[in-house]
């Protein structure tokens, strides 16, 4: 069982950075893509970025150019790099384990979920 746990999370003003961790369980971490999505209050969770097992990226467009998907895997670590945070950034972010080694932008094409991290911007 893969275990995912997500950290980095927490209350900033608009403008600022934030950057996500997430912490993988599983030792062939390095062949599977990642995913960061996230959902709002009241809203459907949403794609914000992935990355293959190789450091392809991909980025919904609400993000790009904002956020920046990378990963460790030495670590076992995937991480989400977020600069000039708004309000409608504010979401539970949660970080993903694709089915395979590609990257993928849809949650049916993730086997495993951590739990989330909380992100708050205020304005």
């Known amino acids: 069982q893969v275990q995912l746990v997500e950290s980095g999370g927490g209350l900033v003003q608009a403008g600022e950075s934030l950057r996500l961790s997430c912490a993988a369980s599983e030792r062939p971490f390095p062949k599977y893509g990642m995913g960061w999505f996230r959902q709002a209050p009241g809203k459907e969770r949403e794609f914000v970025a992935t990355?293959?097992?190789?450091?392809?990226?991909y980025y919904a467009d609400s993000v790009n150019g904002r956020f920046t998907i990378s990963r460790d895997n030495a670590k076992n670590t995937v991480y989400l790099q977020m600069n000039s945070l708004e309000p409608g950034d504010t979401a539970d972010y949660y970080c993903?384990?694709?089915?395979?080694?590609?990257?993928?932008?849809?949650?049916?094409?993730?086997?495993?979920w951590g739990q989330g991290t909380r992100v708050t911007v205020s304005s």
């Open positions: 993903a384990l694709g089915r395979g080694s590609y990257y993928y932008t849809r949650p049916p094409e993730y086997d495993y």
């Open positions: 990355i293959s097992w190789d450091g392809m990226t």
